[in-house]
Protein backbone atom coordinates (compact mmCIF):
# COMPACT_ATOMS: atom_id res chain seq x y z
CA UNK A 1 0.00 0.00 0.00
CA UNK A 2 1.43 3.49 -1.05
CA UNK A 3 1.33 6.08 1.87
CA UNK A 4 -0.08 9.56 1.31
CA UNK A 5 2.42 12.29 1.03
CA UNK A 6 1.88 14.27 3.99
CA UNK A 7 1.33 18.39 2.41
CA UNK A 8 3.82 19.60 5.55
CA UNK A 9 6.75 18.01 8.15
CA UNK A 10 7.72 19.04 11.25
CA UNK A 11 10.83 21.42 11.85
CA UNK A 12 12.14 21.59 15.47
CA UNK A 13 11.23 18.50 16.64
CA UNK A 14 13.68 17.96 19.45
CA UNK A 15 13.04 21.65 20.38
CA UNK A 16 10.18 22.85 23.07
CA UNK A 17 8.18 25.89 21.58
CA UNK A 18 6.27 27.66 24.16
CA UNK A 19 3.83 30.72 23.86
CA UNK A 20 3.57 31.95 27.31
CA UNK A 21 0.57 32.41 29.66
CA UNK A 22 -1.12 35.99 28.21
CA UNK A 23 -3.51 38.26 30.04
CA UNK A 24 -3.35 41.28 27.66
CA UNK A 25 -5.68 40.54 24.69
CA UNK A 26 -3.70 41.98 22.05
CA UNK A 27 -4.88 42.45 18.39
CA UNK A 28 -3.08 42.61 15.70
CA UNK A 29 -4.84 46.17 14.30
CA UNK A 30 -2.63 47.75 17.34
CA UNK A 31 0.63 45.74 16.98
CA UNK A 32 2.23 48.17 14.71
CA UNK A 33 5.33 48.51 16.69
CA UNK A 34 6.04 44.54 15.81
CA UNK A 35 4.65 44.62 12.48
CA UNK A 36 6.47 47.60 11.39
CA UNK A 37 7.22 47.10 7.57
CA UNK A 38 3.70 46.21 6.83
CA UNK A 39 0.37 45.81 8.38
CA UNK A 40 -2.76 45.09 6.49
CA UNK A 41 -5.21 47.16 6.39
CA UNK A 42 -8.12 44.64 6.64
CA UNK A 43 -7.20 43.47 10.67
CA UNK A 44 -8.34 46.83 11.38
CA UNK A 45 -11.92 45.56 10.54
CA UNK A 46 -14.53 44.98 13.05
CA UNK A 47 -15.09 40.96 11.43
CA UNK A 48 -11.41 40.92 13.30
CA UNK A 49 -10.74 43.69 15.43
CA UNK A 50 -11.91 42.12 18.84
CA UNK A 51 -9.15 41.22 21.63
CA UNK A 52 -9.12 37.54 23.10
CA UNK A 53 -9.28 36.53 26.37
CA UNK A 54 -6.51 35.11 28.62
CA UNK A 55 -5.10 32.00 26.84
CA UNK A 56 -3.01 29.65 29.29
CA UNK A 57 0.69 28.73 27.96
CA UNK A 58 1.17 26.37 25.13
CA UNK A 59 3.30 24.52 23.56
CA UNK A 60 3.11 25.11 19.82
CA UNK A 61 5.02 23.44 16.46
CA UNK A 62 6.90 24.64 13.54
CA UNK A 63 5.99 22.97 10.33
CA UNK A 64 7.22 23.10 6.85
CA UNK A 65 5.25 23.10 3.22
CA UNK A 66 6.39 20.12 1.52
CA UNK A 67 3.84 19.63 -1.00
CA UNK A 68 1.60 22.61 -2.87
CA UNK A 69 -2.00 23.27 -1.51
CA UNK A 70 -4.46 25.83 -0.21
CA UNK A 71 -4.94 26.90 3.19
CA UNK A 72 -7.98 24.78 3.60
CA UNK A 73 -5.47 21.41 2.06
CA UNK A 74 -2.90 22.39 4.82
CA UNK A 75 -4.66 23.07 7.83
CA UNK A 76 -7.59 20.35 7.47
CA UNK A 77 -4.65 18.16 6.37
CA UNK A 78 -3.38 18.39 10.05
CA UNK A 79 -6.47 18.13 11.94
CA UNK A 80 -10.44 17.81 10.65
CA UNK A 81 -11.25 20.16 13.92
CA UNK A 82 -9.60 23.31 12.95
CA UNK A 83 -10.42 24.91 16.31
CA UNK A 84 -7.85 23.02 17.51
CA UNK A 85 -5.22 25.07 15.35
CA UNK A 86 -6.33 28.14 15.66
CA UNK A 87 -3.93 30.49 17.84
CA UNK A 88 -5.40 34.02 19.41
CA UNK A 89 -4.21 37.42 17.61
CA UNK A 90 -2.66 37.82 21.18
CA UNK A 91 -0.67 34.51 20.71
CA UNK A 92 0.20 35.23 16.99
CA UNK A 93 2.26 39.08 18.22
CA UNK A 94 3.43 36.98 20.98
CA UNK A 95 5.02 34.31 19.01
CA UNK A 96 6.15 36.88 16.46
CA UNK A 97 8.20 39.04 19.10
CA UNK A 98 9.58 35.83 21.10
CA UNK A 99 10.12 33.18 18.85
CA UNK A 100 10.75 34.87 16.26
CA UNK A 101 14.04 32.95 15.24
CA UNK A 102 11.67 30.18 14.34
CA UNK A 103 10.08 32.18 11.42
CA UNK A 104 10.93 31.71 7.88
CA UNK A 105 13.01 34.32 6.75
CA UNK A 106 13.98 36.26 3.35
CA UNK A 107 10.39 37.43 2.79
CA UNK A 108 8.65 33.60 2.76
CA UNK A 109 5.69 33.19 4.50
CA UNK A 110 4.66 31.80 8.00
CA UNK A 111 1.05 30.88 8.76
CA UNK A 112 -1.26 31.44 11.64
CA UNK A 113 -4.83 30.21 11.60
CA UNK A 114 -7.28 32.16 13.74
CA UNK A 115 -11.11 32.39 14.24
CA UNK A 116 -12.66 35.74 14.38
CA UNK A 117 -16.48 36.49 14.37
CA UNK A 118 -17.25 32.75 14.02
CA UNK A 119 -15.01 32.29 10.47
CA UNK A 120 -11.46 30.89 10.00
CA UNK A 121 -8.95 33.04 8.73
CA UNK A 122 -4.91 32.80 8.39
CA UNK A 123 -2.68 35.42 9.32
CA UNK A 124 0.62 35.19 7.33
CA UNK A 125 3.59 36.68 8.62
CA UNK A 126 6.84 37.27 6.54
CA UNK A 127 10.50 39.08 7.87
CA UNK A 128 11.59 41.64 5.36
CA UNK A 129 14.72 44.25 5.93
CA UNK A 130 12.81 46.74 7.14
CA UNK A 131 10.82 44.39 9.85
CA UNK A 132 8.36 42.00 10.07
CA UNK A 133 4.68 42.13 7.59
CA UNK A 134 1.14 40.67 8.42
CA UNK A 135 -1.58 40.31 6.06
CA UNK A 136 -4.95 38.44 6.42
CA UNK A 137 -6.53 36.14 4.16
CA UNK A 138 -9.89 33.75 4.42
CA UNK A 139 -9.06 30.02 4.90
CA UNK A 140 -11.12 29.39 1.47
CA UNK A 141 -8.60 31.96 -0.19
CA UNK A 142 -8.11 29.51 -3.55
CA UNK A 143 -4.41 30.02 -4.12
CA UNK A 144 -2.20 27.24 -3.89
CA UNK A 145 1.20 27.29 -1.91
CA UNK A 146 4.49 26.41 -3.66
CA UNK A 147 6.46 24.36 -1.16
CA UNK A 148 9.60 25.74 -2.86
CA UNK A 149 10.13 28.47 -0.88
CA UNK A 150 9.14 26.33 2.30
CA UNK A 151 6.02 28.24 3.86
CA UNK A 152 5.99 27.58 7.47
CA UNK A 153 2.80 26.74 9.36
CA UNK A 154 2.78 27.54 13.22
CA UNK A 155 0.06 25.38 15.03
CA UNK A 156 -0.60 24.14 18.72
CA UNK A 157 2.05 20.82 19.89
CA UNK A 158 -1.13 19.36 20.73
CA UNK A 159 -3.31 19.47 17.53
Known sequence: MIKKQE???RLYVDK???IATLNSGRII???????????????????????SKKTPEIKVQVRELVKKAN????????????SKLCL??????EFCVNSKKYLREEGKGNFFLFRANGRYQVATVAILNDGLTIERNYLEYPYKWDPEYAYRIIIPLAA
Open 7 to 9: ITR
Open 16 to 18: EII
Open 29 to 51: CEAKDVFRSWLAPNFSDSEVNMP
Open 71 to 82: FAGIFKELNSDL
Open 88 to 93: TQDQII
